[in-house]
């Protein structure tokens, strides 16, 4: 059964305003999962140093309401270290893939955590720049997981979930061909998380693009686009 992961941003600058410290998120009953981001991946992003990232999540953490799965979008180890600390079981949801940090996988697979692993090329001062495969957008991504499943077995990572990363570094024709062909990520045996929710590819066409998210094991939402998937 498919889950929904609603989004909750503790930034100032992320790309969906409302999204930002939105705690009702936890009080939806369509919502599986909250996942909580306190560093921003739109496209020009500053950058955010580990402490600032940290004091904000550290409230949150502390006060979480109950009944929700928790994942947390971060691309720190100590981060996730942190994090188990305060919470213990949560889902971390790295949309590096554990190349920003070489100690992430192994720290995840140390704590048993569950992991989202996302495909992405650059920074998002560089991704729009970078949407050029010479194979083609889904060989990339094949070949992509083909060599992350090999790297999460080195690391003893045996819990993950395969995102294709819509948006990051794909033009729009390229995330329609990911969503038309969401099935042929199947092949590694993992969920699969559909994260399609106001990117600008989407403009004018979001019932066209949820309707093709349906095949995803998850969807990641945020909360406007919750109501439209479940209600049409």
Known sequence: MQQIMGILNLTPDSFWEPSRYDMDVFNNPSVDIVDIGAVSSRPGAEAVSEEREWRRLEPVLRHLPQGKRISIDTTRSLIVRKAFGLIG????????AGEDDTQMLRTVSE????????????????????CHYENGIM????????????????AGLSRWILDPGLGFAKTPEQNMEILDNLDALKVFG??????????????GRE???????????IIRLHSDL???????
């Open 226 to 232: 919750i109501e439209l998937y479940r209600y049409g």
């Open 89 to 96: 079981d949560f889902i971390v949801n790295d949309i590096s």
């Open 111 to 130: 704590l048993g955590l569950e992991y989202i692993a996302m495909h992405k090329r650059g920074t998002p001062d560089t991704m729009d720049s970078l």
């Open 139 to 154: 060989n990339e991504l094949l070949g992509y997981f083909t060599g992350f499943a090999a790297r999460a077995r080195e």
């Open 190 to 203: 993992r969920p699969v998380l559909a994260g399609p929710s106001n990117k600008r590819f989407t403009g």
């Open 207 to 217: 019932k066209e693009v949820l309707e093709l998210c349906r095949k995803a094991d």
